[in-house]
């Protein structure tokens, strides 16, 4: 089992940057494959990042064209913590982020690939 944490969400103006953290607790941290998701009132969950474990050592990331630039998504194995900061927030970002923890999949831009979710946290753009 893995538990993840987010914090970090909050109402901030466009433009204006802020940084999520995900804590996890269980299994081992640093084989998992971490990643970003969000989900607006009415809409479905989407992709924003992802950082797992590479063959050619360290690890890779990927992320949504919409947030590409903008968005860095980063891991601390010490502290079994991955990190969202979002910088230049529009309106659009606004939505329940949630972070999750890949065992099987990995890389991969689509929830039904991970394996444990956090219970989100609300990030609000205001124009």
């Known amino acids: 089992q893995v538990q993840l944490v987010e914090s970090g969400g909050g109402l901030v103006q466009a433009g204006g940057s802020l940084r999520l953290s995900c804590a996890a607790s269980?299994?081992?941290?640093?084989?998992?494959?971490m990643g970003w998701f969000r989900q607006a009132p009415g809409k479905e969950r989407d992709f924003v990042a992802t950082i797992s474990w590479s063959a050619y050592g360290g690890y890779s990331t990927g992320y949504a064209d919409s947030v590409k630039g903008r968005f860095t998504i980063s891991r601390d194995n010490a502290k079994n913590t991955v990190y969202l900061q979002m910088n230049s927030l529009k309106t659009e970002d606004t939505a329940v982020y949630y972070c999750?923890?890949?065992?099987?999949?990995?890389?991969?831009?689509?929830?039904?690939?991970?394996?444990?979710w956090g219970q989100g946290t609300q990030v609000t753009v205001s124009s």
């Open positions: 999750a923890a890949a065992f099987r999949v990995f890389n991969s831009g689509y929830p039904r690939d991970y394996d444990y």
């Open positions: 269980g299994r081992t941290f640093s084989s998992a494959g």
